[in-house]
């Protein structure tokens, strides 16, 4: 199997679990008090799935009253996508017209198989695959959940509110390498869990990057040393 085709495979599977959870969405939004319609615009101009359960799930705590919590907490999550565009725009390259595309693709799940990538056109591969094939994927089981929610009942009782997570796990598993990225992991996991009760939408996530910016800006557990992997495959291929 050719680099390229096995980007598109880990591509296509992160397309697949996410979109899986667009029809969770959906069910919810539709239970919310949105119709279907707003439902599917909600998907095709914000997309990016954290914003969109934060928003569902407070306007459908406080109903409308509670829109200018809702659109906050959706902004406040909505805020990361700022720091992945700062990441990724070397990647994608181009014009201004090419970085604005690139903008709306710009999520969690095409970030994280972009950067996962050694090879710079392997990046940019893997950013629009998984970038497009997550819009359209999403914006179909989306209008999908909405039609149909009322048949499915919970969504979570068919597991659709796990399949995100299990693609980010999916994706980050390889990773942890190094007594440092283990680090970042679990104590960006238990500040998010601790403050999750405490904090409004949103926060959480914040706090638990602050925590892993701190690791590694303080280099704790010594996470600068190549990895033993790396030090191989370097070591037989030569200097450059």
């Given at each position: 199997?050719?680099?390229?085709?096995?980007?598109?495979?880990?591509?296509?599977?992160?397309?697949?679990?996410?979109?899986?959870?667009?029809?969770?969405?959906?069910?919810?939004?539709?239970?919310?008090?949105?119709?279907?319609?707003?439902?599917?615009?909600?998907?095709?101009?914000?997309?990016?799935?954290?914003?969109?359960?934060?928003?569902?799930?407070?306007?459908?705590?406080?109903?409308?009253?509670?829109?200018?919590?809702?659109?906050?907490?959706?902004?406040?999550?909505?805020?990361?996508?700022?720091?992945?565009?700062?990441?990724?725009?070397?990647?994608?390259?181009?014009?201004?017209?090419?970085?604005?595309?690139?903008?709306?693709?710009?999520?969690?799940?095409?970030?994280?198989?972009?950067?996962?990538?050694?090879?710079?056109?392997?990046?940019?591969?893997?950013?629009w695959v998984t970038g497009i094939g997550i819009f359209v994927g999403w914006n179909i089981t989306t209008l999908v959940g909405a039609l149909v929610g009322d048949v499915l009942g919970d969504p979570r009782t068919w597991g659709l509110d796990a399949?995100?997570?299990?693609?980010?796990?999916?994706?980050?598993?390889?990773?942890?390498?190094?007594?440092?990225?283990?680090?970042?992991?679990?104590?960006?996991?238990?500040?998010?869990?601790?403050?999750?009760?405490?904090?409004?939408?949103?926060?959480?996530?914040?706090?638990?990057?602050?925590?892993?910016?701190?690791?590694?800006?303080?280099?704790?557990?010594?996470?600068?040393?190549?990895?033993?992997?790396?030090?191989?495959?370097?070591?037989?291929?030569?200097?450059?």
């Amino acid at each position: 199997m050719t680099a390229e085709r096995e980007v598109w495979r880990e591509a296509l599977g992160v397309v697949l679990a996410t979109s899986a959870y667009g029809v969770s969405f959906g069910a919810l939004a539709v239970a919310s008090g949105l119709d279907v319609w707003q439902t599917c615009v909600l998907s095709l101009l914000m997309f990016t799935g954290g914003s969109q359960f934060a928003f569902v799930g407070v306007f459908t705590a406080g109903g409308l009253a509670a829109l200018p919590s809702a659109v906050a907490s959706a902004a406040l999550l909505g805020v990361r996508n700022v720091a992945y565009g700062m990441r990724m725009s070397p990647i994608v390259g181009g014009g201004p017209v090419r970085k604005a595309a690139a903008a709306h693709f710009t999520i969690d799940e095409s970030t994280a198989v972009a950067i996962s990538q050694g090879d710079p056109r392997l990046r940019q591969v893997g950013f629009w695959v998984t970038g497009i094939g997550i819009f359209v994927g999403w914006n179909i089981t989306t209008l999908v959940g909405a039609l149909v929610g009322d048949v499915l009942g919970d969504p979570r009782t068919w597991g659709l509110d796990a399949a995100a997570a299990a693609a980010f796990l999916a994706l980050l598993w390889p990773r942890l390498r190094r007594r440092q990225a283990i680090a970042v992991g679990v104590a960006a996991a238990v500040v998010a869990a601790a403050f999750t009760p405490l904090l409004m939408p949103g926060l959480p996530v914040l706090v638990a990057a602050v925590v892993a910016i701190a690791v590694g800006w303080f280099n704790w557990l010594g996470g600068r040393g190549t990895p033993p992997d790396d030090r191989a495959r370097v070591g037989s291929e030569g200097a450059p």
